[in-house]
């Protein structure tokens, strides 16, 4: 009988044989406690906000299954790219991680056995490492916006990741290096393939085939839809796929690679609540397995980046669907369906137009919306300007020129057309735009105009705000007066803000499946308060479904930015 690690090693051929299905994590032995990594994240606590070597500020939630870098104003350690080497240094790990290496060797390898292999960890990739420096919007715009310092600083993050890398396998001689980075949403990458390529693809070739070079297997963690450089990642030198998201269609990604990568995954975050009962666990497992291990070269296990469901009733029964699977017969599949994959299509800044461009493109209001589209700020004020100087009314340049370019690129962005760099950019401009329309555009009381007004934010025990944020984008490119109540919300808080401001929609978000039941509670407390039937109230984020959303008597679910707007739009057009 094949052990753990054999199976893990015959999935990594071709045309290996493993007898069975991995059970998760079985075949690794995680190393969290080698000097590096002591060295690094060793006053990093659940419970805890704490300070890393390289100066961010980190919150690690009790409920939540990984720390989140707290890199807003003041807490940035990087405020200005153009001048990063004067607050970016790197932890001197050659220097403070010396000692201790013999005893981690020995434990490691104690605990490892003959049966596992031994799998280093390295968290905080390139990408990752970037934004915790200066945050996720400044990370993506200034890609755009300062492309040679960016190189700059990835080529210094990545020096020390070879550092770093060489250090973990000439003192621990693993048999794995388990490296994170995240490189997109469950729907989409955070910027064009393309731009993942010019910026990201090169240093990791050099990050992964170092790896490979020392004989050492090179696993990758990215719970992200990254269909469109799946053959990227296999290009340079990435054998495992870890965090692999069912959202990324994974038999057909089998059918493609044809044995070239090991996806490990396909049990995301929706299953890991504290309410799944046995009953929904092994249904939503037994399917996982049923739809993916025949196509082979499959791990099945929990998305996140390290071993355990947040709540541990999960894994039980995840690995009892396994070895209920394990037990039966299974022969090779031959009838599976062709199953297309989403294409990621043209750039909404390509030369190419679209049929309604090129109509529009000769007009004032279509050269206003092409060019937010295209995020040209200084043209787009120019042209603004000129219109207002020749008599145009303010709220028609709002509404056919700037909303029609947002909603245009909010299209593109569902559509994987457009991606979240764009949308920021455009959202910069957006402002600049509205700033200097606001004085034409005030109603009899002098007060600006707008359809409608909306309260949003992460509710209570959540502090991601990258999705909320885009869609607080969206609303206002929409002409929606917003009000921000940031992260980590409590239920009344939402009801307050609705009552207080008169806003005719509540926009909660959840990254976390711990704090999805706080959305319950702000539609509860909204009966409460007497305001439920005066406001319509909007869900989404990772974790949420349109199940969920009719479970806890939302009204509107909403898996994107974009159509979180468009309904937002017809909501308060209607009233």
């Not at 990594?12 to 080698?34: I, N, S, V």
């Not at 005893?103 to 031994?118: F, I, M, N, V």
């Not at 109509?359 to 092409?370: N, R, T």
């Not at 340049?397 to 593109?412: C, P, T």
Request: hydrophobic letters at 40%; a negative charge; glycine letters at 8%.
């Amino acid at each position: 009988m094949q052990t753990p690690k054999e199976i893990f090693l015959e999935l990594l051929k071709p045309d290996g044989q493993p007898e069975r299905a991995l059970k998760q994590y079985e075949a690794l032995h995680m190393c969290l406690y080698d000097p590096i990594n002591v060295y690094l994240r060793g006053n990093r606590k659940r419970g805890t906000v704490s300070v890393d070597r390289w100066g961010t500020t980190i919150s690690f939630p009790e409920d939540a299954p990984g720390a989140i870098p707290m890199n807003h104003g003041d807490l940035a350690v990087c405020h200005d790219i153009t001048r990063w080497r004067e607050t970016v240094h790197a932890p001197d790990i050659a220097a403070n991680c010396t000692e201790g290496w013999e005893e981690c060797r020995k434990k490691a390898r104690e605990a490892t056995g003959s049966d596992k292999l031994l799998a280093s960890f390295m968290g905080t990739g390139i990408f990752e490492q970037c934004h915790f420096l200066m945050g996720f919007e400044d990370t993506l715009t200034n890609l755009y916006e300062h492309p040679t310092e960016m190189h700059e600083l990835i080529e210094y993050i990545t020096e020390y990741r070879l550092t770093y890398v060489k250090l973990l396998i000439d003192n621990l001689r693993p048999d794995v290096i388990f490296s994170h980075d995240d490189w997109g949403t469950k729907n989409a990458l955070f910027m064009n393939p393309d731009m993942w390529r010019e910026f990201f693809k090169e240093p990791y070739r050099r990050f992964y085939g170092y790896i490979r070079s020392c004989g050492c297997i090179a696993i990758h963690h990215a719970d992200s839809y990254l269909v469109p450089i799946v053959d990227d990642m296999a290009e340079i030198g990435i054998q495992v796929w870890q965090g692999t998201l069912p959202e990324n269609d994974i038999p057909a990604l089998q059918r493609h690679l044809n044995g070239k990568l090991v996806l490990m995954g396909g049990m995301g975050a929706a299953i890991d609540r504290a309410d799944a009962t046995p009953e929904e666990i092994l249904a939503y497992a037994r399917n996982t397995l049923d739809t993916c291990c025949a196509g082979g070269h499959f791990i099945p296990s929990i998305t996140y980046g390290l071993p355990g469901a947040v709540f541990p009733h999960i894994d039980r029964y995840i690995d009892q669907a396994i070895d209920e699977y394990n037990a039966k017969l299974h022969m090779p599949r031959y009838d599976l369906p062709p199953v297309p994959r989403r294409a990621v299509g043209k750039s909404s800044v390509s030369a190419e137009k679209r049929p309604e461009e090129q109509v529009q493109e000769g007009s004032v209001f279509g050269s206003i919306a092409s060019a937010i589209k295209r995020g040209q700020q200084k043209r787009l004020i120019t042209l603004i300007q000129k219109a207002l100087d020749d008599g145009v009314d303010a709220q028609d340049i709002l509404s056919q020129g700037l909303i029609k370019g947002m909603n245009e690129l909010g299209e593109d962005f569902s559509a994987n057309r457009a991606f979240v760099p764009e949308m920021l950019i455009a959202a910069r401009c957006m402002a600049a735009a509205t700033a200097l329309l606001k004085p034409y555009m005030v109603d009899a009381g002098g007060k600006t105009r707008s359809i409608g007004r909306a309260c949003m934010g992460t509710v209570r025990g959540d502090m991601h705000d990258i999705g909320k944020n885009l869609v607080k984008i969206m609303f206002e490119g929409s002409g929606i007066e917003v009000i921000d109540l940031g992260t980590d919300v409590p239920p009344e808080k939402f009801v307050e803000a609705a009552a207080e401001n008169d806003c005719r929609i509540v926009a909660c978000a959840s990254l976390l499946t711990t704090t999805m039941e706080e959305m319950r509670q702000v539609v509860e407390l909204a009966k409460q308060a007497g305001i439920r039937e005066k406001v319509t109230i909007m869900i989404g984020g990772a974790p949420i479904s349109q199940s969920f959303c009719d479970e806890i008597g939302a009204d509107i679910y909403a898996p994107d930015a974009a159509t979180a707007a468009r309904d937002a739009v017809k909501i308060l057009e209607k009233s």
